[in-house]
């Protein structure tokens, strides 16, 4: 019996300056934000970019609680669960998990999530519940007939030693595929359309800082007309070509 946990979104930690370009950047995006989040289970300050296909990329500033170095997936079933992580529980009893109910800034029911009992540092794989009116609000999401973002299919990055080796101890309760080879481990992780987002690790041994990450996505060409990208960003870039957009950390 197989539990189906689809791709929700992804989380990466960042610099100030990256996180101030990334401000500027994510406004030619037709549905971003920049929020401060206050919950019962911490606070944090993102920017949100959100493709017509409902993922999204979350970048939080880097502070004494988040490392830079720090990425996280978030999965879910998109539906109405009895009690998800009770069910994730008893499919997938290799691993011991931690149950989470994260309320929104105003105090309502937000979500429950379930991930493992000792995550490994920097670096987190979890399940989403949204909870009551929350769930609906996930599934419209990006669904913007101005959106010209279609989907994110992809990221790159760095992984350090520890994030390489410990990454296909952490996945098989949820990536539809996985492999490794040499220094690179590639996961597939099951969209709610059916297609794949897929996570690539290069393993990094050179540095204790790997920062570096490539997101992927398509784009609509008649949409989008032409995006003025500044050019005065040190950091991080954004091109168009042939309808994939290419957001990266240099």
Request: with cysteine.
């Amino acid at each position: 019996m197989n539990l189906p946990l689809l791709f929700d979104h992804i989380y990466r930690v960042v610099d100030d300056n990256t996180f101030d370009e990334l401000k500027v950047l994510s406004r030619i995006f037709p549905v971003s934000s920049h929020e401060k989040k206050n919950t019962n289970y911490g606070h944090w300050e993102g920017i949100y970019i959100t493709a017509r296909d409902g993922s999204y990329l979350e970048f939080i500033r880097k502070d004494h609680d988040w490392n830079e170095q720090f990425i996280s997936v978030a999965t879910s079933s998109f539906i109405q669960q009895n009690n998800l992580f009770n069910k994730i529980c008893q499919i997938y009893p290799q691993h011991k998990y931690n149950l989470l109910k994260i309320n929104t800034p105003a105090g309502e029911p937000w979500m429950h999530t379930t991930m493992m009992e000792s995550p490994i540092k920097n670096i987190y794989f979890y399940a989403i519940e949204y909870q009551t009116q929350q769930l609906k609000k996930r599934t419209q999401r990006g669904k913007n007939k101005n959106n010209w973002a279609i989907s994110m299919d992809s990221i790159e990055f760095d992984a350090s030693q520890e994030q390489f080796d410990k990454i296909p101890l952490l996945v098989d309760w949820f990536a539809s595929n996985v492999v490794i080879k040499n220094d690179k481990a590639e996961i597939q992780l099951t969209k709610p359309d059916g297609t794949k987002f897929v996570m690539i690790a290069n393993l990094n041994r050179n540095t204790k800082r790997n920062t570096r990450f490539i997101f992927k996505g398509t784009y609509d060409e008649d949409l989008m007309n032409k995006v003025a990208v500044p050019d005065n960003l040190k950091h991080i870039s954004l091109t168009f070509k042939s309808g994939i957009y290419t957001l990266e950390r240099k």
